[in-house]
């Protein structure tokens, strides 16, 4: 049997093949990312060990001689037969599925997007597709795949599962309630505008006055297109907002809003955060993805989460 000493080093046998497949040193170099002059090297190192000339060196250009053409047709084949094999041994990619998801920007941005990392390393072989948008998704008509939804769980043509609970409480900028100013009733807090987000069934506001009996007939109201900029309008001074207080966390934690009536704290079973999605079953992607928020939403400081389906 002869000994494999007797062939050139693999190094030098790849950059021969590359260079005379694609008639240049310099597409050789990229394809196998080294330099232009390490593919030159390898190459006269192997002309030297076989005791002849593989290429014809132009000026612009390289063409191979008829004993590089000969080698050639040779170590291609080998080359294919070792991508052939490998190709068939190796084990096959794990298929990717591809999940839409259907929520407001203000949870995408504030809650969601600080877990992602968490949620791709858990499992890597799901492509989550955000799609913010203040009115609802079609979750039912094919939209979106799945939809997160803030409310009390009540959604025609879909099945509702709650992820957690909300917290409810009038914050604002410390400014606003320092000293003399710091409310001591609902009503006093009507000397400041009360800042709100497009919804197609607002409930916030309406919830809290009815819990503490402030009346809002008497309320300036300011409407805001989403709720982050609500949460900006708030920090900058503009007014009082109702905090989630899932999504604001770390502006209370750092004193940037503070709670007008710290007391007055809304929290009701039905409101929150619900995972939307298609009647029946959900698919296998959904049910990870449902899971991981599920303990997610566990994990993460505030309320506890509740549970519970329509």
Same mark, same amino acid.
């Given at each position: 049997?002869?000994?494999?000493?007797?062939?050139?080093?693999?190094?030098?046998?790849?950059?021969?093949?590359?260079?005379?497949?694609?008639?240049?040193?310099?597409?050789?170099?990229?394809?196998?990312?080294?330099?232009?002059?390490? *593919?030159?090297?390898?190459?006269?190192?192997?002309?030297?060990?076989?005791?002849?000339?593989?290429?014809?060196?132009?000026?612009?250009?390289?063409?191979?001689? =008829?004993?590089?053409?000969? $080698? $050639?047709?040779?170590?291609?084949?080998?080359?294919?037969?070792?991508?052939?094999?490998?190709?068939?041994?190796?084990?096959?990619?794990?298929?990717?599925?591809?999940?839409?998801?259907?929520?407001?920007?203000?949870?995408?941005?504030?809650?969601?997007?600080?877990?992602?990392?968490?949620?791709?390393?858990?499992?890597?072989?799901?492509?989550?597709?955000?799609?913010?948008?203040?009115?609802?998704?079609?979750?039912?008509?094919?939209?979106?795949?799945? %939809? *997160?939804? $803030?409310?009390?769980?009540?959604?025609?043509?879909?099945?509702?599962?709650?992820?957690?609970?909300?917290?409810?409480?009038?914050?604002?900028? =410390?400014?606003?309630?320092?000293?003399?100013?710091? =409310?001591?009733? =609902?009503?006093?807090?009507?000397?400041?505008?009360?800042?709100?987000?497009?919804?197609?069934?607002?409930?916030?506001?309406?919830?809290?006055?009815?819990?503490?009996?402030?009346?809002?007939?008497?309320?300036?109201?300011?409407?805001?297109?989403? $709720?982050?900029?609500?949460?900006?309008?708030?920090?900058?001074?503009?007014?009082?907002?109702?905090?989630?207080?899932?999504? *604001?966390?770390?502006?209370?934690?750092?004193? %940037?809003?503070?709670?007008?009536?710290?007391? %007055?704290?809304?929290?009701?079973?039905?409101?929150?955060?619900?995972?939307?999605?298609?009647?029946?079953?959900?698919?296998?992607?959904?049910?990870?993805?449902?899971?991981?928020?599920?303990?997610?939403?566990?994990?993460?400081?505030?309320?506890?989460?509740?549970?519970?389906?329509?």
């Amino acid at each position: 049997m002869r000994s494999t000493r007797s062939l050139p080093a693999l190094v030098s046998l790849r950059a021969f093949e590359a260079a005379a497949r694609r008639l240049s040193f310099s597409l050789a170099a990229q394809e196998l990312f080294v330099t232009q002059s390490a *593919i030159s090297h390898h190459i006269q190192r192997l002309e030297r060990e076989l005791g002849l000339a593989l290429f014809e060196r132009r000026t612009r250009a390289v063409a191979l001689t =008829p004993a590089g053409q000969a $080698y $050639y047709d040779h170590v291609h084949a080998a080359f294919e037969l070792l991508r052939q094999g490998t190709d068939a041994i190796r084990a096959p990619a794990v298929a990717r599925t591809t999940l839409t998801v259907g929520l407001l920007a203000s949870f995408a941005t504030r809650w969601l997007a600080p877990r992602l990392p968490a949620f791709a390393a858990a499992h890597p072989d799901i492509d989550l597709q955000l799609q913010p948008d203040i009115s609802l998704a079609d979750v039912a008509g094919g939209d979106v795949d799945v %939809a *997160i939804r $803030y409310g009390r769980g009540v959604w025609p043509g879909v099945k509702s599962r709650l992820l957690m609970t909300e917290r409810l409480s009038v914050v604002c900028a =410390p400014s606003l309630v320092a000293g003399r100013k710091r =409310p001591r009733t =609902p009503d006093d807090l009507l000397r400041h505008p009360l800042l709100t987000s497009h919804a197609k069934q607002p409930f916030e506001w309406d919830a809290w006055a009815r819990r503490y009996g402030m009346d809002l007939g008497r309320a300036q109201t300011v409407r805001l297109h989403d $709720y982050n900029i609500v949460v900006e309008a708030a920090l900058a001074g503009q007014g009082l907002a109702m905090g989630r207080h899932r999504l *604001i966390a770390p502006h209370l934690a750092s004193g %940037a809003l503070v709670q007008a009536l710290p007391d %007055a704290v809304l929290e009701d079973a039905r409101i929150g955060w619900w995972f939307v999605a298609p009647r029946g079953a959900l698919t296998p992607a959904a049910q990870m993805l449902h899971d991981w928020l599920k303990q997610a939403a566990a994990e993460s400081t505030g309320s506890g989460t509740g549970t519970g389906t329509h």
